[in-house]
């Protein structure tokens, strides 16, 4: 896993397609002002989500530099999905695959 929404998948990066959750090492400004580490909270929600279970990713496009921009589920759940659902990441349309 490299962060929120980009994950190694069979030997391929693949960037999660309309989510865009913060990098790694991003803070982001909580309502009441004070800091908090978001990328490193996604990036560990979407790890302990897949656990140690397989994900499979169906490829929809590539984007710049031939990134494999994908839909990707591990054990029935769409995880591009589920970090918007969780707050993990907002939707981004400008990866979206439609």
Same mark, same amino acid.
């Given at each position: 896993m490299v962060d929120a929404d980009?994950?190694?998948?069979?030997? !391929?990066?693949v960037r999660l397609g309309n989510v865009d959750a913060? !990098?790694?090492e991003q803070s982001c400004r909580r309502?009441?002002?004070?800091?908090d580490r978001c990328?490193?909270?996604?990036?560990r929600a979407l790890r302990n989500r897949i656990g140690g279970g397989?994900?499979?990713?169906?490829i929809g496009s590539r984007g710049g530099g031939s990134r494999a921009l994908g839909t990707c589920c591990a054990g029935g759940?769409?995880?591009?999905g589920w970090l918007v659902e969780r707050g993990h990441a907002p939707a981004?349309?400008?990866?979206?695959m439609q």
């Open positions: 980009t994950i190694d998948v069979a030997g !391929e990066r913060p !990098e790694r309502a009441d002002g004070r800091r990328g490193r909270t996604a990036t397989s994900v499979t990713c169906r759940v769409n995880l591009n981004f349309r400008r990866y979206s």
